[in-house]
């Protein structure tokens, strides 16, 4: 991991220019950055410096500094010149899966769509099951999909992430997240499992929280009726069934793989 100077990243996204913001969350802004070897990278910066957005930072810097995988965004280094410290990450050049689906460009095909839902599976998958211990990504949504040059999806955005302990229960003071795409029971009760991350992955997969944000599959469904998307003696159940039935019958991460 590089450890950035304050001066370089300044330099780097010509001292943090509105002209140069990718976008904007909860927990900061991106901005687009060139180094001095013209390299592109994504520099995210916190937008208010206290103390609970430095232990956010913190605890992203920790989770990505862990994960290696391809369908997960990579963090390239940090400065920690400042009171929160800056993110930098690889450049993804096609922006989030939610402004392909939405913005004024060609319609994805439901081949695309099922791939990049199936890769965005895969690093749920990963998360859960395959770190020493599960990372729950907690934020789930199109808007936290980015996708490189060949459509890859990109999972991004872990400010709400955190790594469970051995009883995989993390039980929080503060619900963090996108609502329409929260687990119920971690809504209701903060529990936080891998469980969560499948319900939001089903969520915003298959438009089953009605809103435009979540229609990975959602239109195409009632027109599709393979055993891709329903299974064999149930043609006439829903998209958000066969999910519901897959979460309900793994009980862990790998439900989110199970459910593409």
């Keep these: 991991m590089i450890i950035f100077t304050i001066e370089d990243l300044k330099k780097a996204t010509n001292n943090f220019d509105k002209s140069r913001e990718l976008g904007t969350g909860g927990q900061g802004t991106v901005y ?31 989770i990505l500094s862990q994960i290696n995988h391809k369908n997960v965004v990579r963090l390239l280094g940090c400065c920690l010149e400042v ?28 081949e ?20 020493n211990r599960p990372i729950v990504h907690g934020d789930v949504k199109s808007l936290n999909i980015l996708l490189d040059d060949n459509y890859m999806a990109k999972v991004t955005d872990f400010g709400a992430s955190r790594m469970l302990p051995k009883d995989a229960v993390q039980l929080m003071t503060i619900v963090q997240g996108t609502l329409g795409y929260l687990d119920p029971e971690y809504l209701q009760e903060r529990r936080l499992t891998k469980k969560s991350d499948v319900y939001s992955f089903w969520s915003y997969s298959s438009g089953a929280d009605h809103k435009e944000e979540g229609d990975l599959l959602r239109g195409y469904q009632g027109r599709q009726r393979s055993g891709f998307m329903f299974p064999a003696g149930n043609e006439g159940e829903q998209g958000s069934g066969h999910a519901g039935h897959e979460y309900s019958e793994r009980g862990d991460g790998g439900a989110a793989a199970a459910s593409c």
Excluded: C, W
């Design 32 to 62: 687009k950055g060139i180094m001095e070897d013209n390299k592109v990278v994504a520099v995210k910066r916190s937008k208010v410096m206290d103390l609970a957005q430095t232990e956010e930072f913190v605890q992203e810097l920790i």
């Design 83 to 110: 009171e929160v410290p800056i993110l930098v990450y690889e450049f993804i050049p096609k922006g989030t899966l939610f402004h392909l689906i939405h913005g004024n460009i060609a319609p994805i095909s439901l």
């Design 112 to 131: 695309s769509r099922l791939r990049i839902a199936q890769e965005t599976a895969e690093a749920l998958a990963y998360l859960h099951l395959s770190t």
